[in-house]
């Protein structure tokens, strides 16, 4: 029976929706720059990013279906640092970080591990820190590190130092945790002697690809005219010159530093690139790179609904963008910048039928699937993936 008071749903790819959140302000994350984000297509998990004021918590879960945040109470987190990744692996998240010690001022790495299944049974995560063996050295006054992951396999892409080292490139296997130095640093000048920021890091075909955040100093930001790569297989760099977008008049390649960076879980080829700051504003243009072909492409008719910079961006499995935090500009009259905590999200892709059927659901059926028993889902049909994700959702509704 259609719920008629419910106007109809329609499925709209390529275009950003504001979605709803708490009520309660002190119930949601702060408004934060350098979220770190990871998802599955039930739910969106942030690591606490940078703020003044103290977060009562380091994660917080935002479930899809219920429109909700969550905190997640933890034990033995990392604390979250400037050089860091998060990543979900099924049910576990893994938290990796690189600091520099303030008694003896060396660098070193920390990772960690934390089962979701935990938060049902005994009401918070309890992570535990592997010991890694295999050290590696790190040059003092590194400028930057990246992170990036392909199955059970870490890289870490350290930054330049003194515009003379060229960027180290290390493995960490997680079952072992053994350290591999793939590329040393080199004293070898990089490309026009500028200082290369490895922030945004892409794997994809047994290479990794690197989007610098800037280049030199921080008026200096990256034209995206050339693109760094390491081929795991020849162990060294490689720069390409890019396709730039012949149908953009001014300029076919970004022009801006402060953006979002993230690979399409679904095409792998394809990186988007959204946001950024640029002169005295942000920027809500979304520029798509494939490494396939090296070719830039502006989307004409897909922008982010107001211009923003130090956000982050997230896609699902199933195809769907996220972006949340950062900053954003508005000219009235002249351009001001303020920190956002909306999460907004768009279809990049045409999901299967199943995921399109189950939007439709939970938009004209929300409120009587989260009353009903678990016994009830199960006998008016709701396929295990789906109702399993309203039971989840409901748990935390309990534990609120």
Partial sequence: ???????????????????????????????????????????????????PIAATGRLWQYYFDLDEWKIIPTQNILPKVGSSLVTLFGNVIIIISCSKSQHCGEWSFRLCLGDLAYQYEIGQIRFKELILSGAIQIPNHVLGQGFVINGTDIFSIHGTQNKKHEMGVFQLD????????????????????????????????????????????????????????????????????????????KSGIPNCYSYSCVQCPINRNLVYLCGGFKGLRASDAIWRFDLNTLQWEK???????????????????????YCYGGKITRRSPYYTNYSSNNLICAWITIPKLKILSWEAMVHYFKDQMFESSTETLKKIGIPPEFYNRIIEARSHINNV
């Fill in 1 to 51: 029976m259609t719920n008629t008071s419910f106007p109809m749903y329609k499925f709209k790819p390529f275009k950003f929706n504001v979605l709803k959140q708490n009520h309660d302000p002190f119930e949601m994350p702060l408004s934060k720059i350098g979220h770190h984000l990871l998802c599955n297509d039930a739910y969106l998990i942030t690591y606490v990013g940078i703020n």
């Fill in 299 to 321: 989307l004409i008719k897909f922008s982010l609904p107001q211009p923003v910079y130090m956000h982050s961006t997230i896609i699902t499995p199933s195809g769907r963008m």
């Fill in 174 to 249: 997680v079952i072992t945790r053994k350290w591999e130095v793939l590329h040393p640093a080199s004293h070898e000048q990089m490309e026009n002697g500028k200082c290369i920021y490895p922030r945004e890091v892409i794997f994809y075909d047994g290479r990794i690809y690197v989007f610098a955040s800037r280049l030199g100093g921080i008026k200096v930001y990256c034209k995206f005219s050339k693109i760094h790569m390491f081929d795991l297989a020849t162990r060294l760099w490689y720069l390409f010159k890019v396709k730039q977008d012949s149908e953009v008049r």
